[in-house]
């Protein structure tokens, strides 16, 4: 088997962040559920925008993010998300690139806007994030080129992926591919809330091609409707790496007879948007250099800590060199 | 004459910043002066956007940044600026709308997009900007509404906004409005390089139509080709008022037979950006209630000192209460 070509080939929403800050009281006023991802239609985005504080718009999006980061940390990678043809569009497709990441995509034309989301930093520095998908729901197996999976030591995917419907057949085109060519899957569960709106794709997927999987606390109780020790047991039969993140109590990596015990890196909170991106760039970065476990979480803790000390979802390079 | 609705009117060019960090080798190889505004076309905007790092967005434009500030800070305010009909343009009506400043100018259709700034923000905090200007260069005396001017306790303009050809008419409008209303009408000058372009013409709107001057040393020094003393005593027979920020040696102010001295309100300096247009702010916003040139300066200097730390040419709200 040929060397490929890229460390990571990650596959996700491609989405522009809009983040301000707000109180807790915004979020109550329009029934936001702190902490979690919630799908919304045109109506309510501009509804939601309307309300919001002055804000700032970066690139986002969650396989985005891992890829940014993992580029910063030197791995090689390639992404594979819808945009449209317009201003914000634009913006996604520089900063991605502008970060040294591979991307390709042809940007749809004449459907919906580049997606968005919607991000209410609140003082505790948690995140509220309310996505209108666009562009992204365009996004399917004829978007997902098997020689680049193929070109890439492990194809990352974000579970968020599941919520656009066409792009749950490009997710298991692209692990079919991966595995096909003897590469590696790697998947995110994203949201606990993600995971209940798909526990039985999430389930069936997890077992049959994943072989890396990420998920913070909540995401692996939604998973295996158990509670933490109990789900990374389930989930060390399932997987050959599961990498199950505890906010400030670090992560906990269990892989066959092999479990690894990692401390967060320490930070101020400035604002949690884009934290387990962070992580999973870390860990995988370190892991196509052929760490160990450890190595790989520390390095994930020390991206993520990078990420939350300043606001939105991608860390300053020189903060991480 | 009846009470003003509004205590700042501000007129500018509406653009979105386009802010990364660089490094010095970045502006030398890109040709451009640092700390400077230049004026770029199309074709530069597209070339130098190529070539930067990822960037986050916000709103900004000189006049702008002033209006939401000094709305942050308690004072009534209205804006003028020709924004496109596209997504950088709804996300500038929208970041100063949600900032409690009036904007109702019609969007710019089938013309040039919404301007833009590709600001680089080097390691020394200094900012240079490439500003293109899109659809600022279609704001004319046909976008000044006399009766708003009129509304507003002084009339606000920036020094950039002579560079697009028509607004130097809405300026003259604006200006002559403002004086036939018994209003006050306010400069910035913006830039040394905006007044070496636009000298003769600065030195005559000064002399016949100012009443509040903004100025930093290079800025006066090129209107008045002198130094420093020398150009402050030149303002004090030409303007009622005449603000001259000093950067970290703080403002004076000179008003006829008086002159207060101001210091700057420390802080770390993270991105200059909007430094100017904040102190501004905060000088006008005093002047506004009646305070004296002292308490003017000093709401200056702490509106300059709190944007200044942090990337970004608008302070966070919450810093300045």
């Given at each position: 088997?040929?060397?490929?070509?890229?460390?990571?080939?990650?596959?996700?929403?491609?989405?522009?962040?809009?983040?301000?800050?707000?109180?807790?009281?915004?979020?109550?006023?329009?029934?936001?559920?702190?902490?979690?991802?919630?799908?919304?239609?045109?109506?309510?985005?501009?509804?939601?925008?309307?309300?919001?504080?002055?804000?700032?718009?970066?690139?986002?999006?969650?396989?985005?993010?891992?890829?940014?980061?993992?580029?910063?940390?030197?791995?090689?990678?390639?992404?594979?998300?819808?945009?449209?043809?317009?201003?914000?569009?634009?913006?996604?497709?520089?900063?991605?690139?502008?970060?040294?990441?591979?991307?390709?995509?042809?940007?749809?034309?004449?459907?919906?806007?580049?997606?968005?989301?919607?991000?209410?930093?609140?003082?505790?520095?948690?995140?509220?994030?309310?996505?209108?998908?666009?562009?992204?729901?365009?996004?399917?197996?004829?978007?997902?080129?098997?020689?680049?999976?193929?070109?890439a030591a492990v194809t990352y995917l974000e579970g968020y992926l599941f919520d656009?419907?066409?792009?749950?057949?490009?997710?298991?085109k692209a692990a079919a591919a991966a595995r096909g060519a003897g590469r590696k899957?790697?998947?995110?569960?994203?949201?606990?809330f993600c995971v209940n709106r798909h526990r039985a794709a999430f389930r069936a997927?997890?077992?049959?091609?994943?072989?890396?999987?990420?998920?913070?606390?909540?995401?692996?109780?939604?998973?295996?409707?158990?509670?933490?020790?109990?789900?990374?047991?389930?989930?060390?039969?399932?997987?050959?790496?599961?990498?199950?993140?505890?906010?400030?109590?670090?992560?906990?990596?269990?892989?066959?007879?092999?479990?690894?015990?990692?401390?967060?890196?320490?930070?101020?909170?400035?604002?949690?948007?884009?934290?387990?991106?962070?992580?999973?760039?870390?860990?995988?970065?370190?892991?196509?250099?052929?760490?160990?476990?450890?190595?790989?979480?520390?390095?994930?803790?020390?991206?993520?800590?990078?990420?939350?000390?300043?606001?939105?979802?991608?860390?300053?390079?020189?903060?991480?060199?």
């Open positions: 088997m040929a060397d490929p070509r890229f460390d990571i080939l990650g596959i996700g929403n491609a989405i522009v962040d809009v983040l301000a800050r707000t109180d807790d009281a915004f979020l109550d006023k329009h029934g936001m559920r702190k902490g979690a991802m919630t799908l919304i239609d045109a109506t309510d985005a501009e509804r939601i925008y309307a309300a919001m504080p002055p804000a700032q718009e970066a690139s986002g999006g969650s396989a985005a993010n891992t890829c940014a980061v993992a580029a910063m940390l030197g791995a090689r990678v390639a992404y594979l998300g819808k945009i449209a043809d317009d201003q914000l569009g634009r913006v996604f497709a520089h900063d991605i690139r502008a970060g040294g990441v591979a991307f390709d995509a042809a940007p749809l034309q004449n459907g919906a806007p580049t997606a968005r989301c919607l991000i209410l930093v609140t003082p505790d520095g948690q995140r509220t994030m309310n996505t209108f998908l666009g562009a992204c729901v365009a996004l399917g197996e004829q978007d997902v080129d098997a020689a680049l999976v193929a070109d656009p419907p066409a792009a749950q057949a490009a997710f298991r899957v790697a998947l995110s569960l994203s949201d606990p997927l997890v077992r049959d091609d994943v072989d890396i999987l990420f998920a913070n606390e909540a995401e692996i109780a939604a998973l295996y409707e158990a509670e933490f020790d109990a789900a990374a047991e389930a989930a060390r039969a399932d997987v050959a790496i599961a990498a199950l993140t505890r906010s400030e109590a670090g992560s906990v990596i269990v892989a066959g007879a092999e479990t690894a015990v990692v401390p967060a890196a320490p930070t101020a909170v400035v604002d949690t948007t884009g934290a387990g991106d962070a992580y999973a760039a870390g860990f995988l970065a370190a892991w196509a250099r052929g760490e160990a476990l450890a190595a790989c979480g520390a390095l994930g803790s020390r991206a993520a800590a990078v990420t939350i000390a300043r606001m939105g979802a991608r860390p300053d390079p020189a903060a991480l060199a």
